[in-house]
């Protein structure tokens, strides 16, 4: 059963914290993704990454970094968190072969208070 | 830049019925892939049904099929028998090369 986890479902930070969101899948899959989920915008991509060291910003990339260290852990950083980054943040992977089958996390709900 | 559009932010339908949820993209590629994702409460995607640009015949799955009109640049989901189990989001897709793009999702209610 194939999987991606992502390391907390809940999360409250305080403003200003620099916040860590991990994602960690078993597929052995090259391409990892960031989405950020808002109600009326839907998935808006944040980075990803095509391989260990490697990222590409997305659509949404301010205020956030990533790290990639190995294949199969890919990390959100916000850096210094803002109430304006209060939402539901979705990770995915797919193989460079057969980039039809991505497959998400469970997300995790993050609210900067 | 590739855009997908969902037109309707809510629907709606009774148990056993018909429904067909509707998108439409922009891309100026010729091959790409489209796909029909479900969100359920419990938040976790799900793939329900895809299709390649390239094939003129339409998916299905089950209970799910797609029109794909690539010309008019449409790709609706048609949800046949409809179950309670069908409550809620889905997102429309696209993808040609890498990243997914996705619509702003439509949310369906089903009731008895």
Redesign the interface.
Same mark, same amino acid.
């Given at each position: 059963d194939v999987k991606v986890t992502q390391s907390s479902r809940y999360l409250v930070k305080r403003t200003g914290e620099k916040v860590f969101l991990e994602c960690v899948q078993d597929m052995d899959h090259e391409n990892m993704f960031w989405y950020r989920q808002d109600p009326g915008l839907g998935l808006r991509l944040i980075y990803f990454s095509y391989d260990v060291k490697m990222k590409e910003k997305g659509d949404i990339p301010e205020g956030y970094s990533v790290s990639r260290e190995k294949k199969e852990r890919f990390s959100l950083i916000l850096e210094s968190a803002s109430t304006n980054q209060t939402s539901m943040y979705l990770c995915a992977s797919s193989s460079y072969r057969e980039i039809s089958e991505a497959f998400f996390g469970q997300g995790t709900r993050l609210t900067v208070v | 830049a590739q855009t997908?559009t969902?037109s309707q932010?809510e629907m709606s339908v009774q148990e056993a019925e018909t429904v067909t949820l509707s998108c439409t993209y922009d891309t100026s590629e010729s091959d790409y892939?489209l #796909?029909w994702y479900k969100q359920p409460p &419990?938040?976790?995607?799900i @793939?329900v049904i895809?299709q390649e640009a390239y094939k003129q015949q339409n998916a299905t799955e089950n209970r799910f099929s797609v029109n794909f009109q690539k010309a008019a640049k449409s790709f609706s989901l048609k949800i046949s028998d409809s179950q309670l189990g069908d409550a809620a989001m889905y #997102?429309c897709a696209y &993808?040609r !090369?890498?990243? @997914?793009? #996705? $619509? !702003? $999702?439509t949310r369906l209610q089903v009731f008895p």
């Open positions: - | 997908v969902q932010p892939y #796909f &419990s938040r976790q995607m @793939l895809r #997102f &993808s !090369t890498d990243k @997914l793009i #996705f $619509g !702003t $999702g």
